[in-house]
């Protein structure tokens, strides 16, 4: 039990009439890679938003060791910054670490991805699956123990969908964890370590 | 039904009826007031006034029904000569650019150019060498102005121009100028109403009242010359003169000298030649280059200062107006819609001699605040719609990462916002460039203000025209091609 950094206890949720969570619980260990697999509307990426405090829910208990990281579907990279300095701000401004060591931090990230060559280029710049590379480095750049990621192999072709594949597991040899919401049962299967299925707001 | 029977006794009376139907326009300024022009406060329809009651008489003379065109007083001479009337009558000052290039009445009326200052101050402010370093107002355009800018140069003084004749002796009486300089009709008037100044006796300069015409009335001018020598003669103009409590001693003198004969000049005791009236048109330009260019720095110090502020306080009604709880909302919607919905001319006048009773503001401050102010009311609704247009995924991505909401405006939707905002904000500092010529109503002298004199002195806004709306391009342009340059870099492609 020790090993678990994420724990979600009966989540419930509704927008107006519309329930879109109803009792969703789930645990994830370090190391572990959790594909939430689901029709759309199931209510994957809401249990994503609620994780990262993006959505407020009605009841039940959400459990994290730290902050998460979150990478969107659209990564949503600050348009005005350049790749590196899209991950140097939160570990300067919501940690105070110094611009140097915080620069440092992320050369290696990006060197890491493979995307060190695009360090100073504006989002615009960047093709989809760097700029997901980006955004990765930029949600871990201040080390959460869990990393949130919703539909990520969405924009990807079947290359760079094994690659980011490889990537992930990566990170789970580092012993990051790993929540991934995905309609995507190749990968799922392929990289995850745990496949929940969720249907009308629950976990099957 | 009047209309019909007034024509029908015109008709049975067998007066000429052409002429008679043929109205005597003329042009004049009601709000210069009595003595000259003004609307009777017991009938406000009907128009009263020395220049009314002698313009009575010269429609009667030419047989024609008087008919009142109200103009402001400084676009009397230009309106004149473009044909919407045909006589300017209001207090109308004989001046040699006036003279060259306009058809002028013989004068009708002498003023002296007089120096009002603070009872307290009766003893050593006499004459204009010593008001060294003052501050003296007048009303732009006039004679008593020129003096001023040659007491400038001459005795160090300050000239401060006013478009009303009410404001410097209030300001006299508020301590924001040290004396006024106009002539005895209008200082007499106001000495009546207004408290705690003195009039000095020696008179500064000599001048004259005039009729205005466009150059090809002469024919007409010589008409109207034939009847106020008339009324010189027979008496009613000095029957006019006493009934407005302005006769004199020295009206007398001025009608002797016009029925023999003899020329009177435009201004005695104020060498005009230095004017630019009797200089070509490029010389005049030549030399009143230094002190348009001078009026420019005004204009883009306070533009830029109004612009600095208005940003500031922008910035801040709409950081209240997206991120702010229901009063304060409701309250920043108020004074923005305040601001937008009245005339920034009123603001102006309110924040200068409205609020002068409690806060004396100079008038540079005052028009400084003014502008800003209003403008801030314009550029909060920019970033408030810059701030709303920020996509919410940016400011999710910014939370995400454990950013406060304060850090999440400062660095990431303020700068996004800017850039958004910025092209609005190019044709807003434009437009304020040219909205700060409102400010020459608080005695601020700037580019338009000083182009005006410059017109008025030389008698055509040709050449002063052209080369006001050369300088406000040559400021207006660069800021466009800054804003250009930032909008490129930002949208660099790679």
Sequence with gaps: MESRVLAVADLHLRRGARVILSGVSLDVARGEFVAV???SGSGKTTVLRAIAGLERADRGRIDVNGRVGMVFQFHHLFEHLTAIENICLAPMYAHGVSRDRAAAHARELLAAFGVDHRAHA????????????VAIARALAVDPPVLLMDEPTASLDPARRSELGELLQGLTRRNTALLVATHDEDFARGYATRVLRMEDGQVR | MFFVFSCV???AAGAPAASAQTPFRWAGDPEGGAPFVEADPSHPDTLVGFDVEITDVMAKSLGRRPEFVNISFYSIDQSIARGDAEIGMSGIEDTPARRSTLAVTVPYYEFREVLSVRDADAARFRSLADLRGKAVATLAGTIAYEILLRGERDYGLR??????DVHPYSDLALGRVDAVLLDNVLAERRHRTIRGFTIQPQSIAIGHYVGVLAPQNAPLRDAINETLRGAMRDGTLERIFRKWQVWNEDQPKLYAELLAGKPVEPVIG?????????ASKWDAARRYMPSLL??????IILSCLSMGLAIAIGVAIATGRVYGGRPVRLLLLGYVELMRGTPILLQLFVIYYGLAAAVRLPAFAAA???LALNY????SEIYRSALEAVPAGQLEAARTLGLSERQVLRLIRGPQAFRLALAPMTNDFVALLKDSSLVSVLTVLELTKQTQIFATNLGSWVIPGALCAGLYLAMSLPVAALARRLERQWKAAS
Aim: aromatic share 6%; proline share 4%; glycine share 14%.
């Design chain 1, 122 to 133: 504006l989002p615009r710049q960047l093709s989809g699956g760097e700029a997901q590379r």
């Design chain 2, 294 to 299: 001078r009026a420019s720095i005004v204009t």
């Design chain 2, 376 to 379: 801030a009311a314009y550029e």
């Design chain 2, 9 to 11: 006794s015109c008709l």
């Design chain 1, 37 to 39: 697999m689901g029709p």
């Design chain 2, 159 to 164: 000239a401060v121009s006013y478009e009303d």
């Design chain 2, 270 to 278: 104020f060498d005009t030649s230095g004017g630019v009236a009797n």
């Design chain 2, 368 to 370: 400084l605040l003014g």
